[in-house]
Antibody, heavy 124, light 110 residues
Framework: QVQLVESGGGLVRPGGSLRLSCAAS????????MSWIRQAPGKGLEWISY????????YYADSVQGRITISRDTAKNSLLLQMNSLRAEDTAIYYC?????????????????WGQGTTVTVSS | QSALTQPASVSGSPGQSITISCTGT?????????VSWYQQHPGKAPQLIIY???WRPLEFSSRFSASKSGNTASLTISGLQAEDEADYYC??????????FGGGTHVTVL
């Protein structure tokens, strides 16, 4: 079964750094655009970043631009999110998601496979 | 990029139909055919129910349908069932190569 499993969340102090991982199963990460989405406690979904299938293009939400970097570890078939200069408002569940392709070539900008999420808490 | 606008809550009785609206601008919803909708039950990850404005994944119930007019997209749930009680989010691609979500709508089955 196609699956995504996030890890790396935890408690970090303001100004600190954290690296999240998302391991993909039953599909090859580099065949798809991949995205990170977060959800603050009791709040809605917020898209924060995506990376193109060839890894050459990355895009970020204004709220995290300059503080986070999305990348892939192709050997481990994993998506990564390096987060620096963390703030209290970055506290959230972080989901990785696969962006749906039609007939393997047409990108839909919709997320069809989601991980279970990993929780990041930024607090002193 | 401002969030898309959704009603905070919508309710209906079993068997009824309800519609959730999602309003954006010509820079997102109105400019592309990339609106998607997600269902999220408490404590669970979101699940895709509509993509490319109106297309439904084969594995999802035909009771869910979507439409779009100008800068507003809509999700309709027909034959409302207890298991439809959840949060629903719309999303769109934008002219800044980004994605934007709506604030979410909680659906209550009375």
């Amino acid at each position: 079964q196609v699956q995504l499993v996030e890890s790396g969340g935890g408690l970090v102090r303001p100004g600190g750094s954290l690296r999240l991982s998302c391991a993909a199963s039953r599909f090859t990460l580099t065949d798809y655009f991949m995205s990170w989405i977060r959800q603050a406690p009791g709040k809605g979904l917020e898209w924060i970043s995506y990376i193109s299938s060839n890894g050459r293009a990355t895009y970020y939400a204004d709220s995290v631009q300059g503080r986070i970097t999305i990348s892939r570890d192709t050997a481990k078939n994993s998506l990564l999110l390096q987060m620096n200069s963390l703030r209290a408002e970055d506290t959230a569940i972080y989901y990785c998601a696969r962006m749906k392709m039609i007939r393997d070539v047409i990108l839909t900008y919709a997320m069809d496979v989601w991980g279970q999420g990993t929780t990041v808490t930024v607090s002193s | 990029q401002s969030a898309l606008t959704q009603p905070a809550s919508v309710s209906g009785s079993p068997g009824q139909s309800i519609t959730i609206s999602c309003t954006g601008t010509s820079s997102d919803i109105g400019g592309y055919e990339y609106v998607s909708w997600y269902q999220q039950h408490p404590g669970k990850a979101p699940q895709l129910i509509i993509y490319d404005d109106t297309w439904r994944p084969l594995e999802f119930s035909s009771r869910f349908s979507a439409s779009k007019s100008g800068n507003t997209a809509s999700l309709t749930i027909s034959g409302l069932q207890a298991e439809d009680e959840a949060d629903y989010y719309c999303s769109s691609y934008t002219n800044k190569n980004s994605l934007v979500f709506g604030g979410g709508t909680h659906v209550t089955v009375l």
